[in-house]
Nanobody
Framework: VQLQASGGGLVQAGGSLTLACAASGDIFRVNSMRWYRQAPGQQRELVAAITPDGATNYEESAKGRFTISRDNAKNSVHLQMDNLKPEDTAVYYC??????????????WGQGTQVTVSS
């Protein structure tokens, strides 16, 4: 089982990027999915989260600029990031609670993807 993230890159302030993350392997069910980020010298922080039925929550600075969505059929999650700011520069990680059987749920991390916003 793994999470594969993609979509990072370099963008100017005010621009947009979309991050994608897909779970693959022998998965029984994917529960909550999340995006975290970690800037240099800073702790990893939760950016956005989404439950299987689509309920979302956002870190304060992401509200109104970022949109998290998921495709349950594809076990994937996306993060649409608009009006990006230099302070959004960080390595972004996807994270998910995944069940490998009906009795066992584990937390999985994808590899990070770099987002760099130039001023």
């Amino acid at each position: 089982v793994q999470l594969q993230a993609s979509g990072g890159g370099l963008v100017q302030a005010g621009g947009s990027l979309t991050l994608a993350c897909a779970a693959s392997g022998d998965i029984f069910r994917v529960n909550s999915m999340r995006w975290y980020r970690q800037a240099p010298g800073q702790q990893r922080e939760l950016v956005a989260a989404i439950t299987p039925d689509g309920a979302t929550n956002y870190e304060e600075s992401a509200k109104g600029r970022f949109t998290i969505s998921r495709d349950n059929a594809k076990n994937s999650v996306h993060l649409q990031m608009d009006n990006l700011k230099p302070e959004d520069t960080a390595v972004y990680y996807c994270n998910a609670d995944m069940m490998v059987s009906k009795n066992y749920e584990y937390e999985w991390w994808g590899q990070g993807t770099q987002v760099t916003v130039s001023s």
